[in-house]
């Protein structure tokens, strides 16, 4: 409420002041860069695969803070290219915004100030830490779809760690084709959603396995407390902080039995191969998925 009312006080002269001050100020600027020990870390992967459920329980670590999902690596178009400003644009990020507590005058001002994505994640990452009173707290970011841009992450932060949920695709591509978090998809569009992500995760680990760690969601789901052990040991956090979440979480519920025909279901097992059964979701899921869980947390 008071960053809409210091906003409607604004004349158009004074947002212009303020607009060339910023553009002063980031003409030679430089861009900050992360401690070692504060350098964020990514949940990624598919959308409908828990990295919600993954980030509300994170965020209960005294040390770690989340804004609302970002997308600023999800999309190919060049940073400041007339398309990469139109996708924040719309009412979904403007939400995120003001849940984040960042205007949308800083905000657009950092747009057209900031000389790269580097440059708007830090300014973007520091003001909402400002916002919640936790200037020196660590940033992690989720947004599913940032797995599209995991390369470019990489060069950016070479030593950020990635964390990928995933879940069996039958329920992803359920959820999805379902429609109630975000806009239905159609079986195709799903489908896609879950073995785009696999390949270029896939690709990733090939090249630099040591900073991706990836999990079931039905196991974090079943048993939250160890995989969370895990994954803050993997981010070199201390797990002690973080209260036990065991009561937060419920089983998977394998909605997809209700929701597709057997013929989708064959289709969705037939199109998301060799992934669905390298994760386990095969004829022989109970002894892979043993397996893997057993390099897990050796």
Same mark, same amino acid.
Request: proline fraction near 7%; charge should be positive; include cysteine.
């Given at each position: 409420m008071k960053l809409k009312k210091l906003e409607q006080k604004l004349t158009p002269a004074? %947002?212009?002041? @303020?607009?060339?001050?910023?553009?002063?100020? !980031?003409q030679n600027e430089t861009v900050p860069k992360y401690s070692k020990e504060n350098t964020p870390f990514f949940i990624l992967g598919s959308p409908r695969s828990g990295t919600t459920l993954l980030r509300d329980l994170l965020r209960d670590h005294p040390r770690l803070e989340c804004p609302e999902e970002t997308h600023f690596f999800r999309w190919a178009d060049p940073f400041a290219s007339p398309k990469f400003i139109t996708h924040y644009k719309t009412k979904l990020f /403007?939400?995120?915004r003001q849940m984040d507590g960042v205007s949308e005058i800083?905000?657009?001002? !950092?747009?057209h100030a900031n000389h790269s994505r580097e440059h708007l994640a830090w300014v973007y990452g520091h003001e909402f830490l400002k916002a919640i009173g936790k200037p020196d707290a660590r940033l992690y970011d989720k947004t599913p779809q940032n797995v599209y841009g995991i390369f470019l992450i990489n060069a950016i932060y070479p030593e950020a760690?990635?964390?990928?949920? !995933? @879940? =069996?695709?039958? =329920?992803v591509v359920a959820s999805l084709m379902e429609g109630k978090v975000m806009p239905a998809h159609n079986l195709r569009g799903a489908i896609n959603?879950?073995?785009?992500?696999?390949?270029?995760?896939?690709q990733f680990k090939k090249f630099k396995p040591e900073l991706l760690l990836e999990l079931p969601y039905e196991e974090l789901t079943e048993n939250p407390d160890p995989y969370l052990k895990?994954?803050?040991?993997?981010?070199?956090e201390s797990p002690e902080l973080l209260p036990s979440q065991n009561k937060k979480t419920h089983k998977? /519920? =394998?909605?997809? /039995?209700q929701k597709?025909?057997? *013929?989708? %279901? *064959? %289709?969705?097992?037939?199109?998301?191969?060799?992934?669905?059964? *390298?994760?386990g979701y095969g004829e022989n899921k109970k002894a892979e998925r043993e397996g893997f869980l057993k390099k897990l947390f050796s």
């Amino acid at each position: 409420m008071k960053l809409k009312k210091l906003e409607q006080k604004l004349t158009p002269a004074d %947002i212009e002041k @303020r607009e060339k001050a910023l553009l002063d100020y !980031y003409q030679n600027e430089t861009v900050p860069k992360y401690s070692k020990e504060n350098t964020p870390f990514f949940i990624l992967g598919s959308p409908r695969s828990g990295t919600t459920l993954l980030r509300d329980l994170l965020r209960d670590h005294p040390r770690l803070e989340c804004p609302e999902e970002t997308h600023f690596f999800r999309w190919a178009d060049p940073f400041a290219s007339p398309k990469f400003i139109t996708h924040y644009k719309t009412k979904l990020f /403007k939400e995120h915004r003001q849940m984040d507590g960042v205007s949308e005058i800083e905000f657009n001002v !950092y747009m057209h100030a900031n000389h790269s994505r580097e440059h708007l994640a830090w300014v973007y990452g520091h003001e909402f830490l400002k916002a919640i009173g936790k200037p020196d707290a660590r940033l992690y970011d989720k947004t599913p779809q940032n797995v599209y841009g995991i390369f470019l992450i990489n060069a950016i932060y070479p030593e950020a760690k990635f964390i990928h949920i !995933y @879940r =069996n695709p039958l =329920n992803v591509v359920a959820s999805l084709m379902e429609g109630k978090v975000m806009p239905a998809h159609n079986l195709r569009g799903a489908i896609n959603s879950w073995v785009e992500s696999m390949l270029l995760l896939d690709q990733f680990k090939k090249f630099k396995p040591e900073l991706l760690l990836e999990l079931p969601y039905e196991e974090l789901t079943e048993n939250p407390d160890p995989y969370l052990k895990t994954i803050l040991e993997f981010v070199n956090e201390s797990p002690e902080l973080l209260p036990s979440q065991n009561k937060k979480t419920h089983k998977e /519920k =394998n909605k997809y /039995k209700q929701k597709l025909s057997p *013929q989708e %279901i *064959q %289709i969705v097992i037939d199109k998301c191969e060799p992934f669905y059964s *390298q994760y386990g979701y095969g004829e022989n899921k109970k002894a892979e998925r043993e397996g893997f869980l057993k390099k897990l947390f050796s």
